[in-house]
Each structure stands twice: as structure tokens, then as C-alpha cells.
């Protein structure tokens, strides 16, 4: 974007401040109406709407060129989000049939045989996508008639209907030709999606079901796409589903004419301007998505190709249609529930603080091995808990997190019955793709430095002269994980004495959970006699950089072993942790129904790229694991955020009642041990 003290001047307040609009012009917009407005080189507004606002500043403006700015036809996900696509024209607008526009003009413009091939694949994908102009609806669940074709309704007054040659009696025109000309075929009218969530009136009410009983009006907020994919034939005056339809191959009858209209591709009630002649399929779309409308990545904020935005919407349609169309939430507490909406966006989302009146069949949702009261144990459960590249910041300082897990089977650390996660990684064929993807987020997460909170920062110093250095990760002994994945060891000094048992002459580096160190969670029980069994404490140390110098981790269950799988370092389970079974641990409760022998990465794929869910703390979408990689490295480089106060007095108030992390007291202690007696005399690292 280029700044040069020159600024595009926009008629409205409202339409200057749109999200990435100066990314969209490659020039700075400005509100014009001051009269202190200097410096524009143009003057914008939204379509035709502004044009007699310009009457007054004519003389002042009037060699000023203006733009026409409108949404483009790939819009957003949802409606009230920014545009990731912009149309932008200097001559006038497209959906205005009296004159022409930039896009008309680049309609018959013969396209080169790359240039043909390009706008083949995206109709391709768009198909593949199942996109449309919005795309928050859920896919019409509704059963459809054997024959039926569809009719377009349209928001009562839309200037695309009266700037395209059309009013209401061309909506009576567009069902009576429909009934008229499908005998044996149902008529379905599709209402517009602004009826429901701008509360707007339609062309058509519920009385035109009376007019014949083959005609189904269906008054929902859904997709559009399947009911356009199963038409026979699709009737519009000028909604853009007539150009969705031509790129499903539908036969297309228009009662206007929109921009799609007149170039041999529609059967057009109206006289076509004689501006416009024969025209492909392929020139339409090339003019439509590629040379008319421009792109912003919603995740970079930087210009984008069509292909981007596709992708990125098509991504986002599968996320949202993944869970059930309804979640019942029970025992969610407050302050994770507007997190929940965003991680099962796409569903609607009921919170209850007990199961007692949720319908038996509905789906629910809780925390972990949660299984709050009042539930049906036969009722459908998915178990939610955080994903495995999390935040900056702990999860019991309440810091948003930007992956979840959603389980629908059991919970990645449940070893006592199968997971999804655990599905995924004993049955997924992992193809060549998948597994280079996975290698690739491996190396970006440990060439980062990045582990589940990101929190801490000092840096710990491996000791000089040590052929054997054992870190030792404690964990919080109430922890779910423990309760359900630790049959044999299962507390922080118990596993403490077992590595000193196995590991005698090693340098044994133990380092306790943050949410313990930070007073957010009670210490182990006697986890005071950790220095009788390990060499050294580090409080503060940086996990993924005390990781690179180690040789090996002992773990019960903790995430900690899996990162360090990550940057090759040798791992003993003590319990039975998600990563155990796979033939890359040392398993000393071995999982039973863990069989299959996985290589790292494609550990790696089902473990972060398969099975959580990532939302974006840029956007507050769905997005991929390499983005969220990107937002963590961000996050951290602004540094750790000061806690606000309420958080701050929420650590005293826990610390106060579960007891303040007190590191045990450093001296000389001498404990007999397997292998003869051993002294130590160590300092706390922090």
C-alpha cells in the first residue's frame, strides 16, 4: 500500500473505516466530507447509492474520477464479517444494466489458454468448496423432491433488481414461468438470507404456496449450494445464484438482467443491452473472480489471489459443518463459553449448569472425563480440552487459548478407552503429503521454540562434564491425566524415585508444573523431597530450550514428552500418554491396543494437524496449525502481558488456599539408593 500524502475520499464515515479498505484501493481512503479534506486523488462510495451526495461538492470535486465500491461475490464467512473481497470500479457498477462497468467490459476479452485453464480450476474448487457469496449456513439438512426447480428470491428493494431492468411484477413473471414450464417438477422458492439476519422483506410471502401445491417455500437460513447442485433449472431477476448456478452447470433463466445475463450462457426474459455478446462460461468467471474483484487473506491482511480466498472459505465451511447442528454445553463454567462458540462455530451452542432437562438424544458437550449430573449416560458426548499448542500465558491464568480439542470417542489422555485421537493414529493412511506438511510444522514449532504456554523465559545451562542429563517434568497430581493414564506411578516423587532407581549416575534435572510454580495448582504430595532424588530444580527455566540440551525425559503423562519427541530427544513413559504404544517411546506400562508402529511425523499429523481445532486470535476463525505457529511467535514477541488485577488477585486467592508453591530446601542430603549412597549438594536454577 502506497502513502504519498494523496487519499482516496469516501462520502461516508462508516464506509471509510472498513477493515483492510486501504490494502483493497493500494491508496489511503479518507473521510472527504470536511472540508478540510485535502489531497484526493478520487473520490469513492458504496455502488449508486452516494452519487447525489456529490451534487453540493461538484464544483470543488467535480474532475475527480469516482469510484463504485461494492462487496465482491466470494464476500465472507459470515455476514456481519469484513469483506475478504472488493469490487472496485472506475466506470461504473455491475450489477447496473444501463450502463456499462469495468467488469463488462472485460467479459468478452478472449482469454489466453492459460488464462482459460485458470478459470476452469476455479469454478472447480468452487464447486469442490461448496462456496457461495456467505457462507455461515449450514448445508440444507431438509429433504429434497426427485425433480424440483429452484427460484431465487431477493431482498424487497435491492437496487440490483431496480438498476437491472426489474420490480415486483418480474417476480410474479419469474414462478408463474416456473410452474408454467416444469410440469411434473416442484418449485422451490429459496428466501434470501438477509430476511433472517437483517430482519429484511422478501419479494415473496407465504402465500404463494397457495398459488399451486407444487410450490415449497423454504423460509430457513441455510446454504444454498446443495439446493442449487440438485436443481434442474434455477430462476433469478438478478441474485448472484444465477451465477453460482452456471458454475454448477445448471440451466439459468433470468427475469432482468443481471451481470451474468446476455452473453449466451442464460435464457433472458429481457431484451440484453447491445453492449453485450456471446461470452464462455470461462470468460465470465475469469472477469467475475479474477480480473474484477480483489482479495485481502484475512490472516496476513496483505492482497491475495481468488484461489486464497477459496481455500480459506472452503476451509472454513468443512470446520462448520463438522459438529452437530445443535450442542447442549453442561457445566461449562462462564468464562469458557463465548471460547466454545468460537471453537463449534457453525453449531448453535445451549449452556446448562446441570444435565437435568437436556433431551436425552441431544448431543452434549463437557470438560474432559467430566460427567456432570442429570446426564444420559447413552447420550451423545463430545469431551473438550486444550489442544496442544495453546498460548502465551498458562491456561489457569485464563488466557485465551487457540486450539481445543473436540473429542467425540473419549480424550487423548483417557488411556483406559479409545480416543478419536488414538482412532486417527492407529487407522489413518498417512500419505506422502500429510507427513511432509507434518515434518514441515515440526521443524517451524522446535526451529521457534514453541511448547504448549510459551510462558517462561530464562534460560537454563546444561551442567559441564555430565555424559547423562534425565529432565524430569512434574505434573499437577490431581490432573485428570494422571487419574486416568497412570496405572502404576502416579505421583511427582514417586516418579522422581523410579528415574533415580533406573538412571543412578545420571543428572536428574527436575523441573515442577507452572500451574504449580505460579500457586495456581497444589504441589505433590511430599513433592518437598524432590531435592533427595534429583540433582537439580528449575523453576523458570524455558521447557523448549532446556529440552535441546537434555539426553532424555521421564514422564508419567506429561505433554512434555511429547515435545520432546518432537525435537528427537529420547522419552520413557512411566504411564501411558497419548504418544506412548507407537514404537517411539520406552514404555513401561505399555498401551495394549496400541499396536501400529508410527514414524514421527506421522505422529505429529494426527497429533496437531488432524485432531485439534484451531482458532485464530487474528480473526476469531477456524485456521490451520502453521498459522497459529505464526500468532504464538507474534504473541511472544510482544512480550508477556502485565495481568490485570482481577487475575492477579485470583492467583493470591488460590495461592492462599491451596498453599504457595514453597521449592524444597537445598542442602546436603545423603539417600541410600539402589547402587550404594549418593550425596548431593545442588543450587535452585531459575
Known amino acids: 500500500m502506497t502513502d504519498c500524502g494523496q487519499h482516496i475520499g469516501f462520502l461516508s464515515w462508516r464506509a471509510s473505516r472498513l477493515q483492510h479498505l486501504g490494502v483493497f484501493l493500494d491508496q ?8 478540510k479534506a485535502r489531497n484526493l486523488v478520487a473520490l469513492a462510495g458504496w455502488g449508486r447509492k452516494p452519487r447525489p451526495r456529490l451534487i453540493p461538492w461538484l464544483p470543488s470535486w467535480s474532475h475527480l474520477p469516482f469510484l463504485s465500491l461494492e462487496d465482491g461475490f466470494l464476500r465472507s464467512v459470515d455476514r456481519n464479517d469484513p469483506p475478504l473481497s472488493l469490487i472496485i470500479d472506475a466506470v461504473g457498477i455491475y450489477y447496473d444494466a444501463s450502463s456499462s462497468s469495468s467488469m463488462e467490459i472485460r467479459i468478452p476479452r478472449t482469454l489466453t489458454p492459460e488464462e482459460n485453464r485458470r478459470a476452469e480450476n476455479i469454478a472447480a474448487a468452487w464447486r469442490s468448496g461448496r462456496v457461495s457469496k456467505y457462507n455461515y449456513g449450514r448445508e440444507y439438512q431438509g429433504d429434497l423432491p426427485p425433480r424440483y426447480v429452484l427460484v431465487a428470491d431477493q431482498t424487497y428493494g435491492d437496487l440490483s433488481v431496480q438498476y437491472g431492468g426489474a420490480d415486483e411484477k418480474s417476480f410474479d413473471a419469474m414462478l408463474s414461468a416456473a410452474l408454467g414450464e416444469n410440469h411434473g417438477c416442484e418449485v422451490i422458492v429459496k428466501t434470501h438470507p438477509d430476511v433472517f439476519t437483517r430482519k429484511r422483506k422478501g419479494y415473496f410471502g407465504r402465500d404463494i404456496v397457495s398459488r399451486d401445491r407444487r410450490v415449497r417455500l423454504l423460509a430457513e437460513d441455510c446454504h444454498p449450494v446443495r439446493l442449487i447442485e ?11 445464484i444465477g451465477f453460482e448456478a ?75 459443518e463438522r459438529l452437530p447442528q445443535s450442542i447442549h454445553a453442561v457445566g461449562i463454567t462462564r468464562w469458557k463459553r463465548p471460547i466454545l462458540r468460537k471453537f463449534a462455530a457453525g453449531s448453535t451452542v445451549s449452556f446448562h449448569r446441570t444435565g437435568r432437562g437436556v433431551s436425552p438424544n441431544a448431543t452434549v458437550a463437557v470438560w474432559g472425563n467430566r460427567t456432570p449430573s442429570g446426564l444420559n449416560e447413552n447420550a451423545p458426548r463430545l469431551r473438550i480440552e486444550d489442544g496442544f499448542l495453546r498460548s502465551v500465558g498458562l491456561g489457569a ?40 506438511r507434518a515434518k514441515a510444522l515440526r521443524e517451524s514449532i522446535v526451529s521457534a521454540r514453541l511448547t504448549k504456554y510459551n510462558s517462561q523465559s530464562s534460560e537454563w545451562k546444561r551442567p559441564a562434564g555430565r555424559s547423562e542429563v534425565v529432565l524430569v517434568p512434574g505434573q499437577v497430581e490431581s490432573d485428570a491425566s494422571i487419574r486416568f493414564g497412570a ?39 511430599d513433592e518437598q523431597m524432590a531435592s533427595m532424588f534429583c540433582d537439580e530444580i528449575v ?24 515435545e520432546a519427541l518432537l525435537r ?12 506412548s504404544g507407537w514404537g517411539l517411546t520406552t514404555d513401561l506400562v505399555p498401551p495394549l491396543r496400541r499396536t501400529r508402529r508410527l514414524s514421527l511425523d506421522e505422529l505429529v499429523a494426527g497429533a496437531l494437524i488432524l485432531y485439534p481445532t484451531y482458532v485464530s486470535r ?51 542430603a545423603s539417600t541410600a539408593l539402589p547402587g550404594g549412597e549418593r550425596g548431593t549438594d545442588v543450587a535452585r536454577s531459575s
Open 230 to 240: 440438485n436443481a434442474e433449472r434455477v430462476y433469478t431477476v438478478t441474485s448472484q
Open 539 to 562: 523453576l523458570d527455566a524455558d521447557l523448549s530450550q532446556t529440552l535441546e540440551q537434555v539426553d532424555e525425559v521421564h514422564t508419567m503423562t506429561s505433554l512434555a514428552g511429547f
Open 246 to 320: 452456471l458454475i454448477w452447470g445448471r440451466s439459468v433463466r433470468c427475469f432482468g438482467m443481471p451481470f451474468y445475463a446476455g452473453w449466451g450462457l442464460t435464457e433472458d426474459e429481457l431484451p440484453k443491452p447491445e453492449r453485450r455478446g456471446e461470452a464462455t462460461l470461462e470468460q465470465l468467471v475469469h472477469a467475475a473472480l479474477v480480473d474484477y474483484a480483489r482479495y485481502v487473506d484475512p490472516e496476513t491482511g496483505q492482497r491475495c489471489e481468488v484461489e486464497r480466498i477459496i481455500d480459506y472459505v472452503s476451509f472454513q465451511r468443512r470446520m462448520r
Open 568 to 579: 528427537n530427544v529420547s522419552v520413557t513413559c512411566h504411564g501411558q500418554p497419548f504418544y
Open 28 to 35: 489511503q481512503p479518507r473521510y472527504a466530507i470536511p472540508a
Open 487 to 525: 496405572p502404576e506411578v502416579n505421583t511427582n516423587i514417586g516418579l522422581l524415585k523410579a528415574v533415580r532407581e533406573l538412571r543412578p549416575d545420571a543428572y536428574i534435572v527436575y523441573k515442577p508444573h507452572p500451574d504449580v510454580v505460579a500457586s495456581l495448582r497444589r504441589g505433590g504430595r
Open 618 to 668: 487474528k480473526t476469531g476463525r477456524y485456521t490451520t496449525p502453521e498459522q497459529v505457529v505464526r500468532e504464538l511467535v507474534e504473541w511472544r514477541g510482544q512480550g508477556m502481558l502485565r495481568l490485570p488485577l482481577w487475575r492477579r488477585a485470583y492467583r493470591l486467592a488460590m495461592g492462599l488456599a491451596k498453599g504457595a508453591y514453597v521449592p524444597p530446601t537445598f542442602s546436603k
Open 397 to 436: 491464568d485464563f488466557t485465551q487459548p487457540l486450539s481445543w480439542v473436540i473429542d467425540d470417542l473419549g480424550i487423548y489422555y483417557d488411556s483406559t478407552r479409545e480416543s478419536r485421537l488414538e482412532r486417527i493414529l492407529a487407522g489413518t493412511a498417512f500419505d506422502p503429503d500429510l507427513v511432509a
